[in-house]
């Protein structure tokens, strides 16, 4: 088998499920650009299911107040659960472990969200997202279903909608295919605990602005080092606590790096040398 088809008969679909009071937003923010055509060539696949399809209140109410009283409204435990088993029932039909599926609570009580996280959550075959909505979910239901609770930061956000989208969209990136140089995953920002180097386009000169000579050199190795240089520059400057975890997991970079300037001091010396002599 050619190594192109060996890499599509290796890929298989991530299937993203989310549980929400607005299908739509999920849909729409999802549908375009790269996840929405990861979407069309079913590298991943999203579905958006509305949580109040399954109350079974006369009303189509979600809602009610929160016993002891304080600000706000609570999601209901019963619509939720039905919305959750009616996804892991289709699932179970698919073939696959629906009721095994890992099920993630966007909330800002959670882990923060990372690089790493996507990178692990992206080997998943199934994914349920839970948003919660108003005051948050009665707890009972969390207890109940919820295997990862994650935040996408400190700050408190009207619903879990935005959040799962963030994380869906990181995930996906992650996916085999899905991205249409698989290294850009790679190199990217926290790819490696670094910053991304700085990156330019044509013209070669914009606004008296030139790029940088080496990167017209065509010289792939010089290259190379000048971006991991400008990465470790930056993330040195914006980032010290990851500068930290690179430059403790690669010593052996800085002892490399101090042998070459050793060699080039005492070139340079040697050179000194031979022009006094001459
Ligand atoms: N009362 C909750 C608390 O103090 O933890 C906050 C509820 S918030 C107004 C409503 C919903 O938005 C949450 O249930 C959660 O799904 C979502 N949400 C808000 N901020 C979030 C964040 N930083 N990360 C992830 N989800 C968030």
């Known amino acids: 088998m050619s190594d192109r088809r060996q890499e599509r008969s290796d890929r298989r679909c991530t299937s993203f499920h989310v549980l929400t009071l607005f299908p739509e937003m999920i849909r729409q923010g999802l549908g375009e650009s790269i996840t929405g055509r990861a979407i069309a060539r079913g590298l991943i696949s999203l579905e958006a299911v509305n949580i109040r399809d399954y109350t079974l209140d006369k009303h189509k109410k979600v809602d009610d107040y929160p016993y002891g009283g304080g600000a706000g409204m609570l999601m209901q435990a019963q619509p939720v659960y039905d919305a959750w088993r009616a996804v892991a029932e289709s699932i179970d039909r698919q073939g696959r472990r629906g009721s095994a599926a890992r099920v993630i609570y966007l909330t800002p009580q959670g882990a923060a969200f990372c690089q790493d996280m996507a990178r692990e959550l992206a080997g998943e075959e199934d994914l349920i997202f839970l948003c919660g909505h108003y005051e948050g979910i009665d707890e009972r239901v969390l207890e109940e279903i919820v295997t990862d609770q994650v935040s996408i930061g400190d700050y408190v956000l009207t619903g879990g909608e ?117």
């Open 162 to 278: 935005l959040p799962a989208m963030v994380m869906i969209d990181a995930i996906a990136r992650m996916v085999p295919g899905v991205l249409s140089n698989a290294r850009s995953g790679e190199t990217e920002s926290f790819g490696n605990h670094l910053l991304e180097y700085p990156q330019y386009s044509r013209p070669e000169i914009w606004h008296e602005r030139r790029v940088p000579q080496i990167l017209l050199s065509g010289n792939h190795q010089k290259v190379e080092e000048w971006r991991l240089e400008q990465s470790l520059e930056r993330t040195g400057r914006l980032r010290p606590d990851l500068y930290e975890k690179w430059a403790e997991e690669n010593q052996e970079y800085f002892i490399r790096k101090a042998k070459r300037q050793e060699r080039a001091r005492r070139k340079m010396l040697r050179n000194a040398q031979k022009e006094q002599q001459k």
